[in-house]
């Protein structure tokens, strides 16, 4: 078998986290290094509890959970999104609670482990970026020492979900996104152009509580409550799959179909603030990312899959 790609996770968990945590833990061909945790759905505290937990739950808690940051680099913690994944973050379902998180800080945890790694370390962020930023504040060769970093956020050619312009993770810290994608990583981002096309629905729900573990149960719990929030906002009883798309395409598991090379401006005034804009990356001296917009149609099928093998 291929050696395991060692994968720093950064995290808001959150319900969709809660599934990407669940398809990485899934996956052998991926080693968890450690994990840091961000406000963004509830507080770095309380998402670093909800990680721990899930790991409980899992049957790995020896996998190391770090609290990063509570506030974002300008402003405070808005105090999170509870009308979408719950007061807890994860849908109000309660877990048993996990391993406290380590001394060392999120920015910390992923700038060790990149300088250890060497060139190795492929780093998957699906909550704000405020512990990127921060961790380049710390390292500022980050770029040079990461193999790959793949973010879930921006709404690049599709409208956002925060405001018509700005996509949740990138509106809730739109400095840092400035920082982090114009950074020079080797950057895919993840927008709701393609996470949207891409869901997991009341069958799902069935499949998982039927399954019958108590993580599985858990899952299938959060994932109603997911499914009702948006059936609330009257779209379909279905639950875009965000943070699992990301996690899939950062395992390389799931490819992008249709990848466009841009430079991304983020807007940080006005009401169309965290806005995620376009331009041609030719003559332009920022660096530019990958931005997939079409990804394998069977990736919902792929995280179905991991997520359920799981033998807990
Ligand atoms: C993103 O925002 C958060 O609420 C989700 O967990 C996901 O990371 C989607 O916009
Ligand atoms: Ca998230």
């Not at 490819?255 to 332009?284: I, M, N, Q, Y």
């Amino acid at each position: 078998m291929a050696t395991p790609l060692p994968l720093y996770l950064d995290c808001d968990t959150g319900i969709d986290d809660a599934i990407a945590l669940a398809y990485l833990v899934g996956h052998e061909g991926i080693e968890l290094a450690g994990i840091g945790t961000v406000s963004g759905n509830v507080s770095a505290a309380e998402a670093a509890r909800n990680t721990s937990a899930l790991l409980r739950a899992i049957g790995r808690a020896g996998i190391p959970v770090a609290i990063g940051e509570h506030d974002p680099l300008h402003g405070e913690y808005d105090g999170g999104a509870p009308h979408v994944h719950g007061t807890n973050g994860i849908g109000e379902v309660e877990l048993e609670p996990g391993a406290d998180a380590v001394a060392e800080t999120a920015p910390e945890m992923l700038v060790r482990l990149a300088r250890e790694l060497g060139g190795q370390l492929s780093v998957l962020a699906i909550g704000p970026l405020t512990n990127i930023a921060r961790a380049l504040e710390l390292e500022p060769e980050l770029p040079r020492l990461v193999s790959r970093l793949t973010v879930m956020g921006g709404a690049v050619w599709a409208p956002g979900n925060i405001t018509s312009f700005a996509e949740a993770n990138i509106a809730n810290d739109p400095e840092a996104a400035r920082i982090v994608l114009g950074a020079g990583f080797s950057l895919a981002l993840v927008p709701l152009d393609v996470t949207l096309q891409h869901r997991f629905d009341d069958d799902d729900a069935v499949r998982l509580e039927q399954r019958g573990t108590g993580l599985h149960v858990a899952l299938g719990r959060m994932l109603r409550r997911y499914i009702d929030f948006y059936e609330q906002v009257g779209l379909p009883r279905e639950s875009p799959l965000h943070d699992p798309l990301a996690a899939a395409i950062a395992s390389r598991e799931v490819a992008g179909t249709e990848v466009r090379k841009v430079v991304l401006e983020v807007v940080l005034d006005g009401e169309e603030r965290g806005r995620t804009v376009p331009s041609a990356a030719d003559g332009v001296e920022s660096p530019a990312v990958d931005v997939v917009v079409g990804a394998d149609a069977g990736a919902a099928e792929a995280i179905r899959r991991r997520i359920h093998s799981l033998a807990v």
